[in-house]
């Protein structure tokens, strides 16, 4: 099992820092009109993470089963049917009969060769079902400084470090985050890196692994709100809609 990504910060804190309810349910109301035009009721989330998006689809009246490399899930979250699934895997199978498929925030994760690998097996999945799946052609523009509070205690997430190093098709981006509670004491940090790929690169993998885009929906990101903005025309981020050629 591969885990590419993981953080040392605490769930909750996590939860509110980067997965908001507003966040979340703002992403979930493309899913689900993208779903309804495409007739999509049972449906499979890739890269769970702490499962946010499948239980607003639930409660929404959408049959979800959420997957991911390890089980991340908090809160409510819990409720929902959950699957260990290792997407690099390639002897990867989950029997369900879905109608769709999607993964947020997700394929970012992934280097060129493994995104493929990651959509070929995704496809063999969800068949010639509709899958959408967020990407964010640019640098997120992290604020320096971000500050939550919860049941009455203050966090501080502080972007400790970051930096953008070239690679083919775009740029490997390096961050170290470190959050710290209100008398300063440093209760969790992440370190990590991820490519960010150009439009096109992203475009290549998804027809090297078989699959055809069916629509784009243009967004752009809001580094003060934290969040996508859909907009009407070609811009930094897009929910792609797409399916396997048959």
Not at 78 to 102: H, I, M, Q, R, S
Not at 230 to 237: F, P, R, T, W
Request: hydrophobic share 40%; proline share 2%.
């Amino acid at each position: 099992m591969v885990v590419l990504w993981q953080t040392g910060i605490p769930r909750h804190i996590y939860a509110a820092l980067y997965c908001s309810w507003r966040r979340v349910a703002r992403e979930v109301e493309v899913l689900k009109d993208i779903f309804h035009r495409y007739g999509a009721r049972r449906l499979i989330e890739f890269g769970c993470g702490i499962g946010r998006h499948g239980y607003l689809l639930s409660k929404m009246g959408f049959d979800v089963v959420l997957t991911d490399a390890k089980d991340w899930r908090y809160g409510v979250a819990k409720k929902l049917p959950f699957a260990k699934l290792d997407v690099l895997d390639e002897d990867v199978n989950v029997n369900g009969g879905f109608d769709g498929g999607y993964a947020i925030n997700f394929l970012t994760i992934f280097k060129y060769n493994d995104m493929v690998k990651a959509l070929k097996n995704i496809g063999r999945i969800v068949g010639n079902r509709v899958f959408v799946a967020d990407y964010n052609f640019t640098l997120y523009n992290e604020p320096r400084e971000v500050r939550i509070k919860i049941k009455g205690e203050t966090y501080r997430a502080l972007l400790d470090e970051e930096r953008a190093e070239p690679i083919e098709g775009g740029v490997l981006y390096k961050y170290r985050v470190k959050v710290l509670d209100s008398r300063g004491k440093i209760i969790g940090i992440e370190e990590d890196s991820y490519p960010v790929y150009r439009k096109e690169i992203v475009f290549d993998a998804i027809e090297e692994a078989g699959f055809k885009v069916l629509e784009v929906r243009w967004a752009t990101w809001d580094p003060v709100d934290y969040m996508y903005k859909l907009v009407n025309k070609e811009s930094d981020s897009a929910f792609i809609v797409m399916s396997r050629e048959e």
